[in-house]
């Protein structure tokens, strides 16, 4: 079988996407990826040499009202006459959209053409991307239960939000981890990360926090994009605050595997990847998400006991770096977060979702 799988513009939409077009590469299907033209799915695609892909030029909109508004009505009619063309040309049975307006054309082309068409929305909300996108799919894919309620009845499933395979296939033992990044297999480990967007307001707070952990036997890892990697590695060079920081990880099963604790948006994709590690968090969520979907995503952890949730505007350097010291200190604290995050982990959501893809008929 044939499958468009329409995933680009960013990490939390593009790596689930890859999962399960992985998946079905493993059964033989024949899969065309439709990434965005951002820097992102360039760079996380190299990794993937051999995956067929198209990028499309839709961008995202802020709102209707937006002096950007024709723009993004005219990169939208491109994409979607762009995916006409594909769907004529290469004939898929199905296609997917891992959300955002990536999906959108895709989805609507299949729809014009018949062709069955889903979407897998992996947050606790809809944003506006996926509520449009919704209409022109047989049915709905969710990473939360929670989300279902946004959704007519019976158009939507639980799935959760696929991972993939290589994080879990790959996983170093944590002294092994440590060793190969540089640090001491005896001290507590913070992994810090702000996801692919947004990760300014955390390394603004962790540069903050840096001079209030020093002596407290915390070794860092941050991934802090390319823009503040070198401000950020200076602050804790500057606090005594042994630091590993890369502004771009390739291998993030080594992070994970190191860690014991880790600072992180909520984005959904980042809390599947936690869960499947059982890493317990602080969760501070980018306020300026769509449908402030991240604080939601974050509710659902902390209502779990796996994190804790600290909106940004309180993330403060003093109060931060007590609360990083204090769970960082209690075993017993790291102990029960980790099973509870351990507990909301997905399993096989790359395989569930490759299975509602074919299954599909027209």
Known sequence: MKFVIACGGTGGHLFPGLAVA???????HEVLLLVSQKAIDERALRAFPDMPREALPSVGLSSVFS????RFAQRLFASYRQCGSICDRFRPDAVLGMGGFTSVAPLAAARRRGVPAYLHESNAIPGKANRLGARFCREVLLGFEDCGKHFPAGTSRVTGTPIRSELVADVPAKARALRFLGLDPDARTLLVMGGSQGAAGI????????PHLQGAGIQVIHLSGERDAAKLGEAYRAAGVTAVVLPFCDRMQDVYAAADLAVSRSGAASLTELSSFGLPSILIPYPHAAEDHQTLNARIFEKAGAARLVPENEAAGASLAALLKSLLASGASLESMAAASKSLAPHDAAKRVADVLTHATK
Request: charged share 25%; hydrophobic share 55%; net charge negative.
């Open 203 to 210: 390394n603004a707070a962790m540069a903050d926090a840096a």
């Open 67 to 70: 002096p950007t508004a024709l």
């Open 22 to 28: 992985e998946e079905l590469r493993r059964a033989n």
